[in-house]
């Protein structure tokens, strides 16, 4: 990618909120029909299988291909370029999404066809999203705009989305029917698409520049460049340690919205409008609680806001569906826990902005993102087979407590002292790695 200067603020050296604007906009849409298909595609194969472990089958086989292909494709989109990477792959996207109402209609869709329409959407979203991510701090510097600002928009775009998806999508549910919300999704798929074509400077989004090779060297190849995010995140106990916690996290949360929140849709008689519903009151509230992050994030001591997050965002939510309390209690809880949600991904995006040097952005946050990704495939799987055999209330209480002891044990390890002294730290290896490898960026970090 392109440094800081005059390089990065296009051929007449001025500043364009253009560039960001594009990128946050294909994010937005993008994300929204993502949204709108968690409603839709499980609601669908719920009311038309019957089956909560053939739910979660289908989680299962779109999010192992998201999760795998992700890993491996930070190399090629620090080597092609994540704009190129970002239109493609919607359009693959777009195209899979489209084909399920398509042959449905026709009486041609077999739940092994499915599987496999779901297989290709997941493994084209993984590196379509992390394009879009990368291309964050590259737009941001070329508006003067603040990588940490940056940082906090992009987290306020993704819980707008969370907040219109999941209510259109139950909407469209409930009023046209899963196939409908299905081809809304396939529709901003590929609005995403032409909006990084048209919206972009064609100067934006090339592939980075690795450390110049020395006389008689070959440049990096695909393993090399691989090998080098590894040994990098390797390095850095606190991002380990941010792994395992979201990663269990994120297990926890697929399991929720892929087959407990349907099921207990269905079992209280609420529908997929409560899907909904719930859905946008917490994306709401997390709106609010990312912009009071992007904000104030210089004046927050980061681990107590990260762990305050979590403690409201997680076990809750469990909790509230198990009791089985009315619409509106469970209403005011998810409104709760997406305020705590919202201060989450703005200090953790200061936090890794501060760590990872520009040329190794792709392969670092790939890995990253596949790493704390990694259980989310398992938790529809493991969540559909264990509700047909114990029932939704047993696995609410379980999935409670763990989320409850996993977002407060992990806060007893010392790396945690390492993010409220990040910032100054950061400067320094901000400055170091300027020096040798060209400025910073920031990496995403999954949900």
């Not at 390095?235 to 697929?254: E, H, R």
Request: proline content about 7%.
């Amino acid at each position: 990618m392109r440094g800081a200067g005059p390089a990065a603020k296009g051929i007449s050296g001025r500043r364009s909120l253009r560039p960001l604007t594009g990128v946050l906009a294909a994010m937005a849409v993008s994300l929204t029909g993502t949204r709108i298909s968690a409603v839709a595609l499980p609601w669908f194969v719920l009311v038309t299988t019957g089956s909560a472990t053939r739910t979660g089958l289908v989680a299962f086989f779109q999010m192992a291909p998201y999760v795998v292909v992700k890993a491996f494709t930070g190399p090629l989109v620090d080597r092609t370029g994540p704009r190129a990477v970002s239109w493609t792959t919607d359009l693959v996207s777009a195209t899979a999404a489209v084909a399920i109402p398509l042959f449905h209609a026709r009486h041609l869709l077999s739940f092994p066809l499915l599987l496999a329409l779901v297989a290709v959407i997941g493994a084209a979203r993984g590196p379509g999203d992390l394009a879009k991510e990368v291309m964050v701090p590259e737009a941001a510097e070329r508006g003067g705009v603040p990588l940490e600002r940056a940082t906090g928009l992009s987290g306020v775009t993704e819980r707008l989305a969370s907040t219109i998806g999941p209510a259109a999508g139950g909407s469209l549910v409930a009023l046209l029917g899963p196939l409908t919300g299905l081809t809304v999704n396939a529709g901003c798929f590929a609005l995403g698409s032409v909006i990084i074509q048209l919206a972009l400077p064609r100067g934006m989004g090339h592939a980075a520049e690795d450390v110049p090779a020395q006389a008689g060297e070959t440049p990096p190849g695909y393993w090399r460049r691989f090998g080098e995010g590894f040994a990098f995140l390797r390095g850095d106990p606190l991002l380990l340690t941010v792994i395992v916690m979201v990663g269990i996290t994120n297990l926890l949360d697929a399991a929720f919205t892929t087959v407990l929140m349907p099921v207990w849709a269905r079992e209280s008689g609420n529908g997929p409008a409560a899907i909904g519903l719930t859905g946008s009151v917490m994306g709401a509230a997390a709106v609010a609680g990312s912009l009071i992050a992007a904000v104030a994030a210089h004046r927050l001591r980061r681990r107590v806001v990260f762990f305050a997050g979590f403690l409201l965002a997680g076990a809750p939510r469990f909790l509230v569906l198990a009791s089985d309390a009315p619409l509106e209690v469970v209403l005011a809880v998810f409104a709760v826990s997406g305020f705590g949600a919202g201060f989450l991904n703005p200090v953790l995006g200061a936090v890794l902005l501060e760590r990872v040097p520009r040329r190794l952005l792709g392969r670092v946050n790939a890995l990253g993102d596949s790493l704390a990704w990694a259980g989310i495939p398992l938790g529809g799987l493991i969540a559909g087979a264990v509700v047909a055999s114990a029932g939704l209330v047993p696995v609410l209480l379980a999935g409670g407590l763990a989320y409850f002891l996993t977002t407060t044990a992990t806060g007893l390890r010392p790396e945690w002292r390492e993010m409220d002294r990040g910032r100054p730290g950061g400067r320094r290896l901000l400055k170091r790695h300027t020096e040798e490898d060209g400025p910073h960026r920031n990496t995403h970090t999954p949900r």
